[in-house]
């Protein structure tokens, strides 16, 4: 399988905000990935604190800046970062800046 960004629809995400386009489905793997995407936000947009009970997802930040809070406790991404949320733990994001973002979700074991 081989795709380009640029030839992937953006959707909107589960969340409200922001849009993703999405490089890999849980439909498309075997593996325990639910999905590999492209997510775009705007400055000032939020992603509501919410919790993810059966996967954790992981945040590779490629441009812009980004607030996430983690169980209450906020860090920052920049380009480059690399951010891991447990499953079970309460995460919110907030675009500092225009921001884009490779998301992945994995179900735990």
Known sequence: MLKHLN????VATSHGVGQKRVLLSKAETETGLTQVAVTRLRAGEVAEEHVHETMEEEFFFMKGVAE?????KAVVCR???FLKVSHGVGHRLRAVEDTEMMTIGATIR
């Open 79 to 81: 380009a480059g970062d």
């Open 68 to 72: 996430v809070e983690i169980d209450g």
């Open 7 to 10: 030839d992937i629809e953006p």
